[in-house]
């Protein structure tokens, strides 16, 4: 049975237990080795990854998104659903909230963002005009409105460097700039989904007001507390977008460059 579909679980989402017969399958990339958990949902083979690693242990500057990507291609993924915890720099988003964005403010500094390096590997330019998939959006948001769940569709998701969260004067140039959402790893993620021809959409869910909109400093602990606060609705949406999700369906994401990422990771 092939695996075609994969949850990249963030921030407070370590647990496949929506997932059934789980077993850990190890992946050989050209940018290293990858493990992810495969299991079942309703009769189909689904991958859930930890994106930060055992224990959360890799910080989000030094998540080898390539690998994770190609791993997941490999592994004949055709949609990704992506989870992460952001901060709000817009105050109709609040925490608690599911924000489904469309798209993204790139403010990223150390990070290979393409799979193809030149020479035998070739150049590409991937359009990125609408980086998040338009029909996962459609089917998380009616998703979301079946279940009486908070939610956004559509939004600005700036992706910072990190590790560190942003000052105060760093959020209001972002609110100036169109941000409504600020988090540290959707880029390169997504730019990498999309040059691998894969369906790819996150689910944010806000945990904090960013820096110096927020009336207390922001810790780790209050990202993970509002996790937990709010696992069970995530679970409820990252189930019924599967349930929705055809696995064989067609769309343009799987089509997007030409194919080039195939000839790349044949050997
Ligand atoms: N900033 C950056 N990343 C985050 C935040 C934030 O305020 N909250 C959760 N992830």
Same mark, same amino acid.
């Given at each position: 049975m092939s695996v075609s579909m994969a949850i990249i679980g963030?921030?407070?989402? !370590?647990?496949?237990?929506?997932?059934?017969n789980i077993r850990d399958v190890t992946v050989d990339t050209p940018y290293g080795q990858v493990t992810v958990k495969v299991g079942e949902y309703q009769g189909r083979e689904v991958a859930f990854m930890n994106r930060h690693g055992a224990g959360h242990s890799v910080p989000p500057h030094l998540i080898n998104y390539r690998a994770n990507i190609a791993g997941l291609k490999i592994l004949g993924v055709k949609s990704i659903l992506a989870t992460a915890a952001v901060g709000s720099l817009?105050?109709?988003?609040?925490?608690?909230d599911f924000v489904f964005v469309d798209q993204f403010l790139d403010f990223t500094?150390?990070?290979?963002?393409?799979?193809f390096e030149g020479g035998e590997q070739g150049v590409i330019h991937a359009d990125?005009?609408?980086? !998040?998939?338009a029909e996962m959006r459609k089917i998380m948001a009616q998703v979301a409105e079946k279940n009486g769940l908070s939610y956004h569709q559509g939004g600005v998701y700036v992706t910072t460097e990190g590790p560190r969260f942003e000052t105060p004067a760093e959020i209001k140039m972002y609110r100036q700039l169109g941000g409504d959402l600020v988090g540290m790893t959707s880029v390169p993620e997504v730019v990498l989904a999309r040059e691998a021809e894969m369906c790819y959409a996150t689910v944010c869910m806000v945990t904090n007001f960013a820096a110096g909109i927020s009336p207390t400093n922001l810790t780790h602990q209050e990202v993970l507390d509002v996790m937990a606060e709010n696992a069970a609705n995530l679970r409820q949406l990252a189930m019924g977008t599967m349930a929705l999700l055809a696995p064989d369906r067609q769309c343009t994401c799987h089509t997007a460059l030409g194919g080039p990422i195939h000839e790349l990771l044949k050997g």
């Open positions: 963030g921030t407070g989402v !370590y647990d496949p237990n929506i997932l059934s817009n105050t109709a988003m609040k925490p608690g500094k150390s990070r290979v963002q393409t799979f990125v005009t609408e980086p !998040y998939c």
